[in-house]
């Protein structure tokens, strides 16, 4: 499945793109930039076009203050929403328990709810400078079992990652993995790239694709090229 990532600086840019995919895409990425500019109002315009979104503001705060912003998210129907697994164990059960709970409460879907373990930015020697003497993927690893221990439903993480998690935590614990690469399209700033054809192979749940999508010359195309990739 593809999560198209709304990375523009104003919501007009954002919806066309929605409106040009049309049929094409049914899953779409919110983040910090997009959010900043437009806020909750963005999410419920694309929702408004029976769109699912991804709201990806990485939550990292006490946990009394994550609960009170994820409460925008759920009352706007967002389909997923992230917090950061560093945030520890008791902040991730205190998330997850407010999600169900709070979405029974107003009666509508629970989202589902992953945790960032590793950013693909950090390398090992960004994880020393902040105390962690282990590799990445034993970071990423003992990150994605905390948060499945807390209640959550799946982790961000690089494609590489995914047999990894999917070994030790089971085949329903979501993954979603950006850094994907058509070989087709340009890298950009992604360094570890995996194509869409590989990461299905690998077995990832959703991949977030951006750039390879929002700055195709058509856009529509570059999207049923992927998703032909996919199901070739
Ligand atoms: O344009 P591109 O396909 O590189 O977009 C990838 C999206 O995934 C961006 O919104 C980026 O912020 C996000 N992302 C990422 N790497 C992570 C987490 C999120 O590229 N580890």
Known sequence: MVIVALDF????????????????????????????RCGIEVVKEISKRRKKVFLDLKYHDIPNTVKSAARVGIEAGVWMFNVHALGGYEFLKQIAEFNKEYSEKIGIERPLLIAVTVLTSMDENDLKSIGIESSVEDEVLRL?????????DGVVCSAREVKLIKENLGEDFITVTPGIRPTWAAKNDQ??????????????????????????????????????????
Do not use: Q, W
């Open 144 to 152: 994605a079992e905390l948060s499945k221990k807390a209640g959550l």
């Open 191 to 232: 360094k570890r790239v995996v194509t869409p054809k590989d990461a299905i192979k690998l077995g990832t749940d959703y991949m977030v694709i951006g750039r390879p999508i929002t700055g195709a010359p058509n856009p529509k195309e570059a999207a049923e090229k992927i998703l032909f990739e996919i199901s070739s």
């Open 9 to 36: 600086d104003t919501c007009e840019k954002a919806l066309n793109l929605v409106d040009t995919l049309g049929e094409t895409v049914n899953h779409y990425k919110v983040g910090l930039e997009l959010f900043s």
